[in-house]
């Protein structure tokens, strides 16, 4: 069953939807998409990349079930639980914990800086440089471009991005390297860094399953993916109602049957295994740094009543 979670409020609907179905990344944060009631997945594939993720993203702030079909007494279910006081409260923290206006909009002041000036920060402690950093770095690792045109050596058109991301093999030292970044913003209080790492490596899981060339790139994608979903079920325990949206699991049961088609010969139970060992790997890490600076190791961000909110129009709505 599809998930619809939706948590700006109505009159942020309307443009949000698909605000990043554009042609080119850097104007991504100039301009708004024209409204859609369907995305086709297949279509303009480098676009799409970016779309994927940067809705991703707003998936707890915005995710919008883009069947045609959906009744309108569903969408008016979902309007009137929006409506209500609680919504902007669960908006507010989700805007505290990870993605704010400012940066959705590309108008953080990280996201005008040159990547080496964003690294002085992130290497002196700032999370959100951390992050930004941590981000770019994976989009560059893991899909060949830099998402931020500035840090860009030179504007691309359409077909030469999706040449860049089809024919891009992993670099695992900047994934390494970004999603370190990524997790020790996170333990520093920016928790979203978790939420980014996940979104981020299923995307890269996908786009290597559909295009990878090399066979250990794909296992390795996929490990890391299913290692970084399992973090942030553990890590967010007592927010897990609210972190629904980020948890891609039907999709990522699709592409590992898909996988299996295509390599009949490797063990699944194996790549699991590595993910599980990987997943216990960065929860220690994450343990240690959250203890060390005493902060807790499960965050409950989310008030009872908020959760209880959402769950009442899961419930109403979803049937």
Not at 226 to 243: C, G, R, T
Request: aromatic share 8%; proline share 2%; with cysteine.
């Amino acid at each position: 069953m599809k998930k619809i979670i939706i948590i700006l409020g109505t009159l942020l609907l309307a443009f949000l939807i698909l605000y990043y179905l554009i042609s080119d990344t850097g104007s991504l944060h100039r301009n708004k998409a024209k409204l859609k009631k369907e995305v086709q997945v297949n279509e303009r594939e480098s676009q799409v990349t970016e779309k994927l993720v940067q809705d991703s993203r707003r998936a707890v702030t915005e995710k919008v079930d883009a069947n045609i079909n959906e009744k309108e007494s569903n969408i008016g279910c979902h309007q009137r639980y929006q409506q209500h006081e609680n919504w902007q409260r669960i908006n507010d923290i989700f805007a505290e914990v990870y993605i704010n206006d400012a940066e959705l909009s590309g108008e953080h002041h990280f996201q005008k800086m040159q990547l080496e000036a964003v690294k002085s920060y992130a290497d002196a402690g700032d999370p959100n440089a951390m992050f930004h950093y941590g981000s770019e770095l994976i989009w560059k690792g893991g899909l060949g471009i830099y998402f931020n045109e500035l840090n860009r050596s030179r504007s691309l058109s359409q077909s030469e991005r999706k040449k860049a991301i089809d024919n891009h093999q992993l670099d695992m030292m900047a994934l390494e390297y970004g999603s370190k970044n990524l997790l020790d913003s996170a333990t520093l209080g920016k928790l979203g860094g978790i939420i980014e790492l996940q979104l981020l490596h299923h995307h890269i899981f996908k786009r290597q399953v559909e295009h990878g060339k090399d066979i250990e790139s794909i296992k390795n994608a996929m490990m890391v993916s299913l290692a970084y979903e399992q973090l942030i079920e553990e890590v967010f325990i007592n927010d897990s109602l609210m972190m629904d949206g980020f948890q891609f699991t039907d999709e990522k049961k699709d592409l590992m049957k898909k996988f299996s088609k295509q390599y009949p010969e490797i063990e699944l139970a194996e790549i699991q295994e590595e993910a599980n060992n990987i997943q216990g790997r960065l929860f220690n890490y994450w343990r240690e740094k959250r203890e060390k600076l005493g902060n807790p190791i499960y965050p409950d961000k989310f008030p009872d009543y908020l959760e209880q909110h959402m769950a009442n129009k899961n419930k109403e709505c979803q049937t």
